[in-house]
RNA sequence: GCUGGUGUGGUGGAAUGGCAUACACGCUCGCCUUAAGAGCGAGUGCUCACAAGGCAUAAGGGUUCGACUCCCUUCACCAGCACCA
């Protein structure tokens, strides 16, 4: 026998499963048709431990689910445009296009060594222009129908980049690049209407489909559903109103001021002279102030305009305030503040003095004044001081009020959702171009479809220089106005990566097809895919953009079903051997490559499957590696033992085989894969223990170890001379005949606690009263008897007899 | 702060109402070896010098003949969101 060497068979299997292209699935037939989808890898350069943990168990699930008949799609592509790209090429002075395509085909390499059953021809490349030519085209089709709009929005400015920045390149109120100070700025942008889906995006219960129960829960909050009432409020002494969004009229009564966000467009013009200068200095502080600083600093800030509103209640004035914890973002961007029940609005009261009253009985029906944060009662109870409202429970009043606003004019009921429209504008190279061209005469002129892709050039100034990179490259930019012939330029703008990758899945189906995004029927028989393996940090940014793109397909006519994935899997987290994530920087990182070096692919896919569940978040550990490895040795030495027909497989051999049969196959579909492997080592460990192994049983072995261990598997079975390929067997079946007991074990308890096990021959299990008496005269329970009385016996047949016993 | 989740040996974990700690790692002892490594065998929750027994699934309580599993309270950790009116 010779010794296993993983390095000897590994690249040897490898070549020949390359040839004759097994993994190639036919499309056209759609009977079992089960579609395993792993999210694609963005092109960094080297796969990672992650990718090998998440494709292992794709590619597990593939090879078992084509074995058990399904006719299988398990594509992959990769996520090619970005940021990281840009920078790394900066970096290393290659252009972004050269750099990209030497990883993915480094990374197609690696994929090959961890001998995943991918199919390669179904695949996409996101900065392929083949590919982006129909993200143009979805960009266009959104824009037709207003789903992809212009407009302002708030966002980090570097003024001297002249660039948007995302929060994460702010630090501490500085840019990342140059230093100089961010600030908000209102900057024209391209947005996606999320909104216009916000309620079909709104998860059901229970969901239509198998998706993590977290994730369903994380969209829905980001949604952010919520209904309430827009109140129109005078400002006494000038012809303005104030709209406020409100949840809570029913505290209506108690409201004793007004906060406008400090972008709110009435802020300057209500001021009072003599206000003005203070009003404006703190907007313009607000105005540097980041995100993050803005969260950082929770004490209350704020400045008084001089003016007052009215409340229509009960003719009260109200001072109007400017204050950075109201967010233009949300709602009108202007807050009725009611400081005895709202925590917010009673921090602000007591810092700047504001009066405080009580509209909803406390607990233990406290009436008394509002003197202290712990009596701010926010969620429940009774009105009191609210005239028509008092003694109503508060859910009842705030419908009863309602009403009353409407009807007399003064509000309005709305919805409203947290969900914010997506901003896809980049002020960067490496991305899809935005399909427009801008018109001094005509505005903005889509691209028309037959004159799409509008390729990316290739020579483009992209080091930073404070312009949007392609706007340097004047041959590309300086077009004819398609409309009227004009002078004409491009939109130098480049989308978000994430719209590339919301919609990949489709794409896979009919990577070559020039004429359509993709062919309807096809899709109509392959998608929904059967499920969709990925990370939960893609809990609100990817799957909720994939799952708008599928809302929108819909509209468009192009599918009939809602959702993209019948089942969505949260892969776990590999850490470095330190338990903290991998970082090149903390110089943790283990490198697959390396490590199959020692151990071989087998023992790594065997390793990462059998750490735990599959959402599992562990630290990497070489003992267990070895471990994994030592288990394929011992299934490489088995190889001795085995032996042809001449002797005949025990009824106990063959009841082992049978349940481990059946318990892998479960485990399998359940993706239980660390108690599959579990079972298939109890099993190892007794065959180990034989003097002589059978053909028979040692090849079920080998065949239900293929989807873990690919490689020692495919060897061994030639090996002994079985027809190649072990991964074209049909899945073992388990025969019911062998997995009956003809004893059960019985566990005896006294008063809950186990004391003797009966063994009890089956056709006697049904027979209550004789297993009664077996269990009464046990030697081992008779012993806790004595003295005693036995109350009661309760018997669940086949499960346990529990014996009830008092003095 | 809100939402969701988790808590079991020295370690990763198994068991989702019925024999707690499967499987693996690590460790200890033994065999083999000139030696190291590898390999093979035995042992390994705690307590009790052994045995018999008792105790143990974050802590406390409850439901049940029976609870790691279901319910309540508390604590700890992880993840996401976070001044959302």
């Not at 630090?171 to 309620?199: I, N, P």
């Not at 992209?462 to 106005?481: H, I, N, R």
Request: proline share 5%.
């Amino acid at each position: 026998m010779k010794k296993y060497v993983p390095s000897n068979i590994e690249p040897k299997w490898q070549k020949k499963w390359a040839q004759e292209d097994l993994n190639k699935t036919d499309l056209s037939n759609t009977k079992n048709k089960y579609y395993v989808l792993v999210e694609l890898p963005y092109t960094s350069g080297d796969l990672h431990m992650g990718h090998w943990f998440t494709f292992t168990m794709g590619d597990i699930l593939a090879r078992f689910k084509r074995r058990q008949g399904c006719n299988v799609l398990f594509p992959n592509g990769f996520d090619a445009f970005g940021l990281p790209a840009e920078n790394a090429a900066i970096k290393q002075k290659v252009h972004p296009r050269d750099w990209t395509y030497q990883n993915i085909a480094r990374m197609k390499e690696q994929f090959g060594t961890m001998g995943v059953s991918i199919d390669w021809q179904k695949t996409a490349i996101t900065c392929d222009p083949e590919y982006y030519k129909w993200n143009q085209w979805i960009f266009l089709k959104m824009l037709e129908r207003g789903i992809a709009y212009r407009g302002k929005a708030l966002s980090n400015w570097c003024p001297s980049c002249q660039t948007v920045l995302a929060d994460e390149n702010v630090e501490a109120g500085k840019c990342w690049r140059c230093g100089s100070e961010v600030v908000k700025k209102e900057v024209m942008q391209w947005f996606l209407k999320l909104t216009h889906y916000a309620d079909k995006l709104l998860w059901q219960n229970p969901p239509q489909v198998d998706w993590p129960k977290p994730l369903i829960e994380a969209q829905n909050d980001w949604i952010g559903k919520s209904e309430g009432i827009n109140i129109t409020y005078e400002v006494a002494g000038t012809n303005e109103e104030i709209v406020c969004f409100t949840t809570r009229p029913d505290t209506n009564f108690g409201a004793t001021f007004i906060v406008l966000a400090p972008e709110h467009p009435l802020v300057l013009k209500l001021s009072d002279e003599e206000y003005k200068n203070k009003v404006k200095e703190y907007i313009d502080q607000s105005a540097k102030k980041s995100e993050l600083q803005r969260k950082e600093n929770k004490e209350k800030t704020g400045v008084f305009t001089g003016k007052f509103a009215i409340n229509q209640l009960n003719d009260e004035k109200m001072p109007i305030w400017v204050a950075d914890y109201v967010l233009m973002g949300y709602g009108t961007g202007a807050v009725v503040g009611v400081p005895g029940h709202d925590r917010r609005d009673f921090e602000f009261a007591k810092k700047f003095d504001l009066a405080v009253k009580r509209v909803v009985v406390g607990k233990d029906g406290d009436t008394s004044a509002i003197t202290q944060i712990e009596q701010v009662q926010e969620k429940e109870g009774k009105m009191v001081n609210s005239s028509f409202l008092d003694g109503l429970d508060i859910h009842q009043a705030t419908k009863k009020i309602m009403d009353y606003l409407e009807k007399k004019g003064w509000g309005k009921k709305i919805t409203i959702y947290h969900l914010h429209d997506w901003s896809i504008s980049r002020q960067r190279y490496w991305g899809t171009p935005i399909p427009v061209i801008h018109c001094d005469n005509c505005g903005v002129v889509p691209v028309a479809e037959k004159d799409l892709p509008v390729e990316l050039p290739y020579q483009v100034d992209y080091q930073p220089q404070g312009k949007p990179p392609l706007a340097t490259s004047e041959d590309w930019v300086l077009v004819k106005c398609p409309k009227c012939g004009g002078k004409a330029s491009r939109e130098v703008e480049t989308m978000d990566g994430f719209v590339d990758n919301s919609w990949y899945f489709y794409r896979y189906l009919d990577s070559k097809n020039e004429k359509s995004i993709f062919d309807k029927d096809l899709i109509a028989n392959w998608i929904p895919v059967n499920i969709y393996i990925g990370g939960a940090e893609h809990t609100v940014g990817h799957t909720l953009y994939s799952r708008f793109f599928t809302k929108f397909f819909h509209d468009l006519g192009l599918i009939s079903f809602d959702e993209y994935a019948l089942k969505r899997v949260h892969h776990g987290v590999i850490l470095g051997p330190d338990g903290a994530r991998m970082s090149k920087s903390r110089g943790n990182v283990v490198n697959p490559d390396e490590e199959v070096k020692k151990y071989g692919a087998d023992a790594i896919r065997l390793y990462l499957m059998f750490l735990g569940p599959f959402n599992i978040v562990t630290a990497w550990n070489p003992d267990n590696v070895n471990g994994a490895y030592h288990f394929l040795q011992r299934v490489w030495g088995l190889q001795e033992k085995v032996t042809g027909n001449s002797l005949q497989l025990t009824d106990k051999d063959l009841k082992l085989m049978h349940k481990t049969i059946k318990k892998v196959t479960e485990d399998i579909g359940q993706l239980k894969f660390n108690t599959a492997i579990a079972t298939l080592m109890e099993w190892l460990n007794y065959l180990s223990k034989k003097d002589k192994v059978l053909l028979e049983e040692y090849k079920i072995l080998l065949q239900l170890l293929a989807p873990f261990a690919p490689y020692i598997t495919e060897e061994l079975w030639s090996i002994s001379g079985e027809k190649y390929s072990i991964h074209q067997q049909p899945w073992p079946q388990s025969d019911n005949k062998y997995l009956q007991e003809v004893e059960v074990s019985l566990p005896v308890q006294v008063n809950g606690k186990v004391k003797d096990v009966l063994l009890i021959q089956k056709d006697i299990l049904d027979n209550k009263e004789v297993i009664e008496k077996m269990a009464l005269t046990a030697e081992k329970v008779q012993k806790f008897l004595s003295g005693k009385s036995v109350k009661k016996v309760i018997y669940i047949p086949g499960k346990v007899i529990s014996l009830v016993v008092s003095n």
